[in-house]
């Protein structure tokens, strides 16, 4: 499913423009964007739970030349689905 399949149900359920079903997406995105970079946690019931949570430092290894390199610390998105998409 891609962003257009969103907005085409969106547009099938409820009647409105499909302009409009789109920017009712993007909006949706673009908060859950938003949040995810001020590090908040984003639970939407009986879907799932998005966060953000720091990532260590590593050592990997260039796989052409063999040298090790140093990764740096960040941050990465998780997602742990809900009890009722679990049971799909």
């Not at 740096?72 to 998105?77: E, I, L, S, T």
Request: charged share 30%.
């Amino acid at each position: 499913m891609i962003k257009l399949d969103l907005v085409s149900e969106i547009v099938n359920r409820t009647g409105i423009t499909k302009t409009k079903a789109e920017i009712a997406v993007e909006t949706i995105f673009d908060s859950m964007k938003k949040a995810l970079a001020r590090g908040d946690r984003i639970e939407l019931r009986g879907f799932g739970v998005f966060n953000v949570k720091p990532r260590k430092t590593g050592i990997g290894r260039n796989p052409r030349t063999g040298q090790e390199v140093s990764i740096p610390p960040g941050k990465a998105v998780r997602f742990k689905p809900g009890k009722e998409l679990q049971s799909l």
